[in-house]
């Protein structure tokens, strides 16, 4: 087995500021992605990397930048944080590209911006 | 594009009460049907996946079963527990598309004791 680790737990932040959220698999799988989780709107793709520094843009990319530079860890940075933000940040890894992999979740990082 | 439409945003039931959570999709394939629960301060989990081969996934005590003809992917349990008590998300794979999941907005369900 294995286990996704995302910090922080919680972040709160201010408006217009850069936050950094991390995430660290010891899967080994080779594709890791990054969701956002808002209430009543299901899990939406921020950005997916097939392998160590590849990335790839999802459904949500702007106002997200991404960094895989090793197989086990995946960053995810907010470059301006909006006011009164609130959602869940969703780190998520399979073995390999394609539905057919399942997709192993993370408990998630809790933005709140003042 | 894919969608997936999860019509109920809650469910309220008591326990040994029968499960009925509604899902339909749209797609221009045939697509791999999942369904994830998330329980409280976790990540989603796969709880069961459908391709079109197999038509029903059964898992836990949950059933799905694919039907093509009303592009539907209804989850059902004969008698659900309090620790059922999770949020309920069905999703799909455009495997001829993006190949990627495209997830509905979750239906949170709640068992009374």
């Known amino acids: 087995g294995g286990i996704i680790t995302q910090t922080p737990k919680f972040l709160i932040g201010q408006e217009g500021q850069k936050l950094t959220l991390k995430c660290q698999q010891n899967f080994n799988h080779d594709t890791m992605y990054w969701y956002r989780q808002d209430s009543g709107k299901g899990l939406r793709l921020i950005y997916y990397?097939?392998?160590?520094?590849?990335?790839q843009k999802g459904d949500l990319s702007e106002g997200y930048d991404a960094s895989r530079e090793k197989k086990s860890s995946f960053s995810l940075t907010v470059t301006s944080a909006q006011k009164n933000e609130m959602a869940v940040f969703l780190c998520?890894?399979?073995?390999?590209?394609?539905?057919?992999?399942?997709?192993?979740f993370g408990p998630g990082t809790r933005l709140t911006v003042l | 594009g894919d969608s997936v439409t999860q019509k109920q945003g809650q469910v309220t039931l008591s326990e040994d009460d029968f499960l009925f959570i509604n899902c339909t999709y749209s797609t221009t394939t045939y697509p791999t049907l999942l369904w994830y629960v998330q329980y409280p301060g976790q990540g989603p989990q796969l709880l069961l996946k459908?391709?079109?081969?197999?038509n029903k996934g059964i898992s836990r005590g949950f059933e799905a079963t694919y039907d093509k003809g009303t592009t539907s992917f209804h989850l059902q349990k004969a008698s659900v527990q309090e620790s059922d008590s999770a949020v309920y998300f069905c999703a799909l794979v455009n495997t001829g598309g993006a190949d990627r999941l495209t997830f509905g907005k979750g239906t949170q369900l709640i068992i009374q004791p």
């Open positions: 990397s097939i392998t160590e520094n590849d990335l």
């Open positions: 998520a890894s399979s073995m390999d590209w394609g539905g057919a992999y399942e997709q192993y």
């Open positions: 459908v391709t079109t081969a197999n």
